[in-house]
Nanobody, 115 residues
Framework: QVQVAESGGGLVQPGGSLTLSCTAS????????MGWFRQAPGKQRELVGE???????DYPDSLKGRFTISRDNNKNTMFLQMNSLKPEDTAVYYC?????????WGQGTQVTVSS
């Protein structure tokens, strides 16, 4: 069982930046494939981006250039740097860990972009 926890959400003005963190338990963190997802009210959960064991990252075309995912294997932590935030980025952001065919999710952290 892998315990996953997100942090760093909050209220930010349009055009601002925010960094989210995701910590995952276990001694095999460097073997985890990890991803960020988000879910806005009334909408389906969508992929924000993924980072693989090689630290290669992949993003939907709509988010390329504004969002950056990174990981620190020594701290069992993944990060999501979000820049030029828009009101439509408002959502609950979730972290997902994939390991040996299983998926583990955090509880999510709320990001609200509003003036």
């Amino acid at each position: 069982q892998v315990q996953v926890a997100e942090s760093g959400g909050g209220l930010v003005q349009p055009g601002g930046s925010l960094t989210l963190s995701c910590t995952a338990s276990g001694t095999d963190f460097r073997l985890y494939t990890m991803g960020w997802f988000r879910q806005a009210p009334g909408k389906q959960r969508e992929l924000v981006g993924e980072i693989y064991t090689s630290s290669h990252t992949d993003y939907p075309d709509s988010l390329k250039g504004r969002f950056t995912i990174s990981r620190d294997n020594n701290k069992n932590t993944m990060f999501l740097q979000m820049n030029s935030l828009k009101p439509e980025d408002t959502a609950v952001y979730y972290c997902r860990v994939e390991f040996w065919g299983k998926q583990y999710w955090g509880q999510g952290t709320q990001v609200t972009v509003s003036s």
